[in-house]
């Protein structure tokens, strides 16, 4: 893992969306320039305390962008290479690290390699890339059977055992921190076998040894997959569930049993932590109860991990996925040109999300910290953040009625709300209802 990452905090943005693209890309169109319009809220990502710019795919695809036709070349309905540029030089002029989305599981039907099996039958040159199945008596023209991704037609499934597949996502991933990006998020990591992952980014380290590479995995066996892979982290959804249903619930124990497992997991690496991304429902949108937003984002500033935050929930957009075609849609809006255009009323949390990236800069250790309860009810929750000799307290409210929780040894209140007291039996923090705040030990 890069030295770097420790100190880092991910703004996500999903491009395409961002800048308001076409939903597809037409044939021989002329190449648009948006992708400067990200030059506008540099700055802002900036003054919101983050430090890395992650973006989501902004390679040549025929729609979304994970149907990648020509990941050499970034999407016209973005712009140009020197628009890739211009963005990495004000980024980096401002300290800002800047990750790509990497779509290596698979690539899009109109994807030349895939064109020209459905072209050329079984004698193309590239036949091998892919997971075909023939029709008997086949003639060029014919189309295949053919792996896909979760049973999406468009997304063709790479043939990971081709050596000539290996070499062309090692040269992607060259090609593109040749030219200053700084990482990669690899998309459906977990569709893909893990002796691929360990061949590619093997040879990618031995040219790019500070970058940053973070897998997406949803759910299975995360601590075998980055010792196995040679990524530096995956995603961590445990964590992001058990947030808001722990909240939403008021079933603080589910979540204390996924930060049991977190623990584990920071000791074999660091998770990439979120509540919110570009492929579920907003946090503000999924939590039952609005006021119990400050408490999924003390959680997710406070433990171990590298956070990201989802371009909007920082001003607490709304919008909730649904399964269907253009169900992203109302997660990935286009945004204003620049900050200035944003609704007054989103503010508020943006200078909370100030706050506490604030309070993770003080106190940079977090980045490896491990929780332990100190208190622990259905709708209460204390916990001792630690990395000996330093603690931090979080301490939650989820009830209609004030509570006095222990916080021991707890000296002042640094975010939140809330007043300690001392008696005989120690320190304790007392909580309004639906209250939060974050302590000092």
């Known amino acids: 893992m890069p030295a770097w990452i420790q100190h880092t905090v991910w703004w996500q943005v999903f491009p395409l969306g961002f800048v308001g693209a076409e939903p597809e890309a037409a044939p021989a169109a002329p190449v648009v320039h948006r992708l400067p319009q990200l030059h506008n809220w540099l700055d802002y990502i900036v003054e919101l305390g983050a430090s890395g710019l992650a973006l989501g795919p902004i390679f040549a695809a025929a729609t979304h962008g994970y149907d990648t036709v020509d990941p050499f070349r970034i999407d016209p309905r973005l712009g140009d290479d020197a628009d890739f540029d211009a963005l990495i030089e004000a980024a980096h002029a401002r300290g800002l690290r800047i990750l790509l989305d990497g779509v290596f599981n698979h690539v899009g039907r109109s994807h030349p390699a895939f064109q020209e099996v459905l072209h050329r039958g079984p004698q193309a040159d590239r036949a091998n890339w892919f997971k075909l199945s023939w029709p008997r008596g086949t003639a060029p023209g014919s189309e295949p059977d053919y792996a896909c991704f979760e049973g999406h037609r468009q997304l063709v499934t790479l043939n990971h055992d081709a050596p000539q597949v290996a070499d062309y996502v ?15 998020r690899l998309d459906a990591a977990y569709a ?8 590619v980014l093997s040879e990618v380290r031995s040219a790019h040894p500070d970058a940053y590479i973070v897998g997406e995995v949803i759910h299975g066996d995360y601590t075998g997959i980055v010792r196995d892979t040679g990524m530096d982290a995956v ?8 947030i808001w249903s722990g909240l939403n619930d008021r079933n603080l124990f589910e979540l204390a049993h996924a930060l049991e497992r977190h623990n584990g997991y920071l000791d074999a690496f660091v998770p990439l932590t979120f509540v919110g991304n570009h492929d579920v429902t907003r946090i503000a949108s999924r939590l039952t109860d609005e006021r119990h937003l400050p408490h999924a984002l003390a959680l997710l500033f406070t433990c171990g991990g ?3 935050i989802y371009a909007g929930d920082e001003q607490a957009f709304r919008g909730v996925k649904e399964e269907r ?3 992203d849609d109302a997660i990935r809006p286009q945004f204003p040109p620049a900050p200035d255009g944003l609704a007054p009323y989103g503010w508020p949390i943006y200078r909370l999300h100030q706050s506490l990236i604030a309070l993770r800069r003080r106190h940079p250790w977090l980045h490896r ?9 259905n709708a209460q929750l204390v916990l001792a953040v630690t990395e000996a000799p330093r603690t931090l307290f979080v301490a939650l409210n989820l009830a209609d009625e004030p509570v006095s929780l222990p916080v021991p040894e707890a000296q002042r209140i640094e975010v939140g709300d809330g007043h300690l007291v001392g008696d005989a039996g120690g320190v304790r923090v007392n909580l309004a209802p639906h209250g939060w705040a974050i302590l000092t030990a």
């Open 192 to 199: 893909v076998p893990r002796r691929f992952w360990a061949q």
């Open 369 to 377: 910290a491990r929780t332990r309860q100190v208190h622990l009810a």
């Open 235 to 242: 995603t961590q959804y445990e964590l992001w569930k058990a």
């Open 306 to 308: 590298t956070p990201s």
């Open 170 to 184: 090692a040269a992607i991933m060259d090609h593109w921190l040749d030219r200053g990006a700084d990482g990669w």
């Open 325 to 327: 075609v253009g169900g």
